[in-house]
């Protein structure tokens, strides 16, 4: 469960930073505009995203230690 976590909470930050464009037969990681000033959606994902993370490393920590 906690690699799930981890797991989502990369997926929606490099989601924010990077596209992925297809050329030719071949997929390309591609940066994105940064935006100066951020929108409420995208500081609620910033953090939820980070939530997530800090869920997914107790739930690893907690799955190691009991």
Avoid: D
Avoid at 16 to 24: L, N, V
Avoid at 25 to 47: F, H, P, T
């Amino acid at each position: 469960m906690g690699a799930a976590f981890l797991a989502l909470g990369f997926f929606i930050i490099l989601n924010e930073r990077y596209s992925i464009e297809t050329i030719g037969n071949r997929r390309n990681m591609v940066k994105r505009a940064v935006k100066e000033n951020r929108s409420i959606l995208g500081r609620y994902k910033l953090a939820l995203s980070i939530f997530s993370i800090m869920l997914g490393i107790f739930c690893v920590v907690n799955y190691i230690i009991f």
